[in-house]
């Protein structure tokens, strides 16, 4: 349901190709860009704000404490 994820810490998961390294970030739900059909994430390490698909997000429970960056050589 695309109302309950805006505004949910997420994590990427099972991106492929050019994107596979963003695997394991998180970020927020920023927005729903409807004729994508992808969410806006803002990625809590840059800041910077993606287009993923639903089946690449997996909400996050925050009560778990805080996390880590990944970073790779890009």
Known sequence: DIP???GRKVELE???KH???LNGEIGIVIGWNEDEE???VKLDC?????????ANL???DVS???FACVYFDR
């Open 64 to 66: 778990l404490g805080g």
């Open 38 to 40: 992808k969410f806006e």
């Open 19 to 21: 994107t596979a390294y």
């Open 46 to 54: 840059d800041e910077s704000i993606l287009s993923i698909k639903p």
């Open 4 to 6: 309950l994820l805006i």
């Open 14 to 16: 099972e991106l492929v």
């Open 58 to 60: 997996t909400p996050v």
